[in-house]
């Protein structure tokens, strides 16, 4: 399970609710989709601020290299 201070490595990809990608941290998803995404981050510290406060709370007791989805309110 990944805990508050643990560096995991992190792929992920935003969506919209009309299903448009917003950001990548994949450079060859971003190609796809046509975003200008250069040198992105893939090791995090996970509860230290590195990702947005829905989005870094979320990883916490995760199980490590599982897949998973979470949905974020623009708050």
Avoid at 8 to 18: A, H, K, N, V
Avoid at 37 to 48: A, F, R
């Amino acid at each position: 399970m990944i805990k508050k201070n643990d560096f995991i490595e992190l792929e992920f990809s935003g969506y919209l609710i009309d299903g448009k990608m917003f950001d990548t941290n994949n450079e060859q998803i971003a190609k796809e989709n046509n975003l200008d995404i250069k040198n992105p981050e893939k090791i995090i510290c996970v509860g230290q601020h590195f990702l947005v406060k829905g989005f870094d709370n979320t990883l916490i007791n995760k199980e490590i290299g599982k897949e998973c989805m979470i949905e974020l309110t623009p708050k």
